[in-house]
């Protein structure tokens, strides 16, 4: 079905990015598949692989800015793993000062 402007009203851009934000949110869903906007599933799909290169790109200039330091630039798996072992340890210790408290 072609798009018109009959087709796309101002109350569908509305839903549409209530959708897209709501998915951004909490994005455990492929958003093309959402019911009711099947008309928009190319639109939706190239918007999730849009977002999802750039949180895989952020991610990946994270595991850098860590690793540079302890030249580990060339490991980024290492680097990663070294990340989220501080990040438990830091829970660990926020954890442990709260039972303190």
């Known amino acids: 079905m072609k798009l018109t402007m009959k087709t796309i009203t101002p109350r569908t851009?509305?839903?549409?990015e209530a959708?897209?934000?709501?998915?951004?949110?909490?994005?455990?869903?492929?958003?093309?598949?959402?019911?009711g906007?099947?008309?928009?599933?190319?639109?939706l799909r190239a918007y999730r692989l849009e977002w999802?290169?750039?949180w895989r790109s952020e991610h990946e200039q994270r595991i850098l800015k860590f690793a540079t330091p302890l030249g580990l630039?060339?490991?980024?798996?290492?680097?990663?793993y070294l990340m989220r072992q501080e990040a438990?340890?830091?829970?660990?210790?926020?954890?442990?000062?709260?039972?303190?408290?």
């Open 13 to 16: 851009v509305e839903k549409i």
């Open 19 to 35: 959708l897209k934000a709501s998915w951004r949110d909490d994005p455990i869903w492929d958003i093309e598949d959402s019911e």
């Open 73 to 80: 630039q060339n490991n980024p798996a290492l680097a990663e």
């Open 88 to 101: 438990a340890i830091a829970e660990l210790r926020a954890e442990i000062h709260r039972s303190k408290a």
């Open 37 to 43: 906007f099947d008309l928009h599933r190319d639109e």
């Open 52 to 54: 999802e290169a750039r």
